[in-house]
């Protein structure tokens, strides 16, 4: 059986940590978290707390990493775990809906938003709307300009990936490291600016009962927990990593620290320009930023590296789903011939081609909405499941060898699994007290219910065939 090869470095597994989690989140939800924290001081708490949580969660997956050094990442963690048809359930919704579903949304803002934007700033014609349909919307599919762009984008990414992890590391470096340097200047400028002036505070809010600060807090920190999503990339591509042992855990604390440090530093910055009650009416903050401070080239900087911060999420995203589906087939968890690697590259060719006809496909017929809808309270369950596996092979394979040792345990860990366990409390409410459109979420945790109950199903009979031949 071919193995992977070790090729992603120290820089690579960094950038794909910091780059799979600096996306569109922290320019769009500082307005939100603001309306609902009106104190600078409060505010900033807030999101500082944030990355303390992701930390929590990093420090965890850490240990399984250096423990499991392989491609996978939750899907091996709940094998090790739990059993095959945890793995199972989760693996399959994680590849399906969960990575899929994520290229397909992101690909779509990118044509959708900043792709026009950058193209109406430097093209001398008339701006095109991409927006318009081409073909009708027959047949449940939906063609416009937006969409053929994001379904190029997804094959581009994906063309590359399939050129070597090495190539792809390259790509997920050059895209994070500008804007994450970049981004760091424009905020330092905004701090630093004697033409800013810091508004005046606004309004103190009328006071709430504890049950309406907890919404509050609980909404808040929904939008921040998903602004952090993205600091455990790296370990769906361990089997490509070098020296994992030292790189993965590397990769996964300084990454999300550094990206930690790097929100607090641009909330500062909004803060020190629009104040927290403009903030809170700002929109899309960083590019209403740069306007501010250096007009529309200063405006179409940042939007040009936010366009980079989400290639280089999509190219994170591209490249550990499909190394779900390889770890899948290569335990007949999935189609078997996904299992295999090129040979001159040695990457898994037919589970990118998978991944990228899946995401097409919701493109296409408009559905990526849904299914990210869908799999968002799956996907938390599941990381909160991997954080106990934790917990869970300290006291069954308490002799098992551990390069690192999740640095707090067992406080930030646990840190970790209550945070997660309030958020999905808070997604559940909301989807009980919703509309049936709002419902989403809790379908995603009935597919992923459905498909261990099915497997465990499969399993038993399989075992009843083996004991009466």
Known sequence: ??????????LAAFTLVSGSMLGIGIFIYPAQVARLFTTNAS????????????????????ELGAMFPRAGGDYEFLREGFNESVAFA???????????????TMTVALAQYQIPSLVQALSPFAPIDLSAPLLGASWGWKLDGTRLVAVGLIVAVSALNMAGTRLAGWLQTLTTLLPIGLMTLIALWALGSESVTMPAAGPTPPDTGWVERLDDFTS?????????????????????????????????VFGTLCVTALYVLLCAAFLRVFGIGGLAAAGEAGSAMAGVLGGDKARLTMTALIASAIVASVNATVLGGARVAFAMARRGAFWSWAGHLDSVHGVPRRALAIQAIGACLYVLTGTFEQVYQLTSLAMVAGGTLTVIVLFVLRRT???????????????????YVLSSVVVIAMM???????SAGSRYPLAGIGIMIAAY??????LARGARRGANP
């Open 1 to 10: 059986m071919e193995q992977q090869r070790r090729v992603l470095g120290g």
């Open 43 to 62: 505010f900033l708490l807030v999101w500082a707390l944030g990355g303390l949580f992701a930390l929590s969660g990093a420090v965890a997956y850490a």
């Open 90 to 104: 989760a693996g399959w919704l994680i590849f399906g809906a969960a990575f899929t579903g994520s290229i397909a």
């Open 220 to 252: 808040a920190y929904m939008a921040i927990y998903f602004a952090y999503a993205g600091w455990n990339a790296v370990i769906y591509v361990a089997g490509e990593v070098q020296r994992p042992h030292r790189t993965l855990v590397g990769a996964l």
């Open 397 to 415: 394979r308490p002799a098992a060898a551990r390069p690192y040792r999740a640095t707090g345990y067992p406080v930030l860990p646990a840190l």
């Open 428 to 434: 559940l409410r909301r989807a009980l007290a919703g």
């Open 453 to 458: 109950a099915v497997h465990r199903l499969v």
